[in-house]
């Protein structure tokens, strides 16, 4: 099975800040990883799909980039609202997925 | 508006049984496979199952394989996912998905989830 690593586990950071979460995977998964937020009691959110593609009406300031076995989700400059748990996904050996161990974004 | 609503969760005791419910709203459900994932408390997400738009193809991961059961019923626009020999483990808050892929569902490639429910609490306890 295809293991998704994510780093860091925890972070804190200023609203404003530029903020970039890892995730490598133990095996090359070309283009096929996918990035979602997760605020607690809500339903997740998919961000960013096959690496760079931003999901129709998701704010600009989230982008996606990798290939291979790493990749990185960035939100360019923090706001309030993006204070949650990220997670990415591999879907290179579907039908069984791999989710990351998620990410949690917190205020500084 | 588009939207995906989670039902049937509870406590049950170990051994048990739980049926899941997901309602579909505001898009065509049969045209869409559809995806059971769960939450462990404190834990990350993990992928349950997904069934196609017809019915014809299901799969699950190996922790429910031959306990849990998926199906669906176009014309209610409804998920289900029939939980059997429940365990302490299976634990978790559960969401339903919406299933959609870079390059066609024949493509076994770029399947993500692009709509998920709130989900439902499900606890295993005696």
């Known amino acids: 099975d295809i293991q998704m690593t994510q780093s860091p586990s925890s972070l804190s950071a200023f609203v404003g800040d530029r903020v970039t979460i890892t995730c490598r995977a133990s095996?090359?998964?070309?283009?096929?990883l996918n990035w979602y937020q997760h605020k607690p009691g809500n339903a997740p959110q998919l961000l960013i799909y096959?690496?760079?593609n931003l999901q129709s009406g998701v704010p600009s300031r989230f982008s996606g980039s990798g290939s291979g076995t790493d990749f990185t989700l960035t939100i360019s400059s923090l706001q309030p609202e993006d204070f949650a748990t990220y997670y990415c996904?591999?879907?290179?050996?579907?039908?069984?997925?791999?989710f990351g161990g998620g990410t949690k974004v917190e205020i500084k | 508006q588009v939207q995906l609503v989670e039902s049937g969760g509870g406590l049950v005791k170990p051994g048990g049984s739980l049926r899941l419910s997901c309602a579909g709203s505001?898009?065509?459900?049969?045209?869409?496979?559809m995806s059971w994932i769960r939450q462990a408390p404190g834990k990350g997400l993990e992928w349950v199952s997904w069934?196609?738009?017809?019915?014809?193809?299901?799969n699950y991961a190996d922790s429910v394989k031959g306990r849990f059961t998926i199906s669906r019923d176009n014309a209610k626009n409804s998920l289900y996912l029939q939980m059997n020999s429940l365990r302490a483990e299976d634990t978790a808050v559960y969401y339903c998905?919406?299933?959609?892929?870079?390059?066609?569902?024949?493509?076994?490639?770029?399947?993500?989830?692009?709509?998920w429910g709130r989900g439902t609490l499900v606890t295993v306890s005696s």
């Open positions: 505001e898009f065509i459900f049969s045209d869409y496979y």
């Open positions: 095996q090359s998964i070309s283009s096929d």
């Open positions: 996904q591999q879907s290179y050996s579907t039908p069984l997925f791999t």
């Open positions: 096959a690496s760079s």
């Open positions: 998905a919406r299933v959609l892929s870079t390059s066609g569902y024949h493509n076994t490639r770029g399947w993500y989830f692009d709509l």
């Open positions: 069934i196609s738009g017809g019915s014809s193809y299901t």
